[in-house]
């Protein structure tokens, strides 16, 4: 509506005015309403740091399992080109060995569960009664 209570040229649709319910169910045609954007196609992975060491920090990790995150921080320091890796990666560090610990467990967990599955144990057989025989 105009301000003057009169209808404007944009309320109205073929000469008729529009009432409050047929505005409402036309909804608001803003730019800002558009549809969310969804992206396609997978984020690609970036490199991380860690990921050309990782192989030397598992075989540091076999010999010592109870190793610091700080401690591989500072092997890693020792072998690498000075300035790769400072004291503020130390999180960055916690976070790897986390995952390869955790994949370490699951492994000895599931070498476990086939061990006991490989074991030639008896089997019980089930004696059932006249009366559980379905007919």
Same mark, same amino acid.
Request: net charge neutral; proline share 7%; aromatic share 6%.
């Given at each position: 509506?105009?301000?003057?209570g009169?209808?404007? /040229?944009?309320?109205?649709? +073929?000469?008729?005015?529009?009432?409050? #319910?047929?505005?409402?169910a036309?909804?608001?045609?803003?730019?800002?309403?558009?549809? &969310?954007? !969804?992206?396609?196609?997978? =984020?690609?992975?970036?490199?991380?740091?860690?990921?050309?060491? /990782?192989?030397? @920090?598992?075989?540091?990790?076999? #010999?010592?399992?109870?190793?610091?995150? =700080?401690? $591989?921080?500072?092997r890693?320091?020792? @072998?690498? %080109? &000075?300035?790769?890796?400072?004291s503020?990666?130390?999180?960055?560090?916690?976070?790897?060995? *986390?995952?390869?610990? &955790? /994949?370490?467990?699951?492994?000895?967990?599931?070498?476990?569960?086939?061990?006991?599955?490989? +074991?030639?144990? %008896? =089997?019980? *057989?089930? $004696?059932? /009664? %006249?009366? !559980?025989?379905?007919?």
């Amino acid at each position: 509506m105009a301000l003057d209570g009169g209808t404007s /040229e944009g309320d109205q649709v +073929l000469g008729t005015p529009l009432s409050i #319910a047929e505005i409402e169910a036309k909804g608001e045609q803003r730019a800002i309403h558009r549809r &969310a954007y !969804n992206r396609r196609k997978p =984020v690609p992975k970036r490199p991380r740091m860690l990921d050309q060491y /990782e192989a030397q @920090i598992r075989q540091w990790l076999a #010999a010592q399992p109870g190793m610091t995150a =700080v401690d $591989v921080l500072h092997r890693l320091q020792d @072998i690498a %080109p &000075a300035g790769t890796f400072a004291s503020k990666h130390v999180r960055t560090v916690q976070r790897a060995l *986390e995952i390869w610990r &955790a /994949e370490a467990v699951r492994q000895w967990i599931d070498q476990c569960r086939w061990g006991v599955d490989s +074991l030639d144990l %008896p =089997v019980q *057989e089930t $004696v059932q /009664e %006249p009366g !559980n025989i379905p007919s």
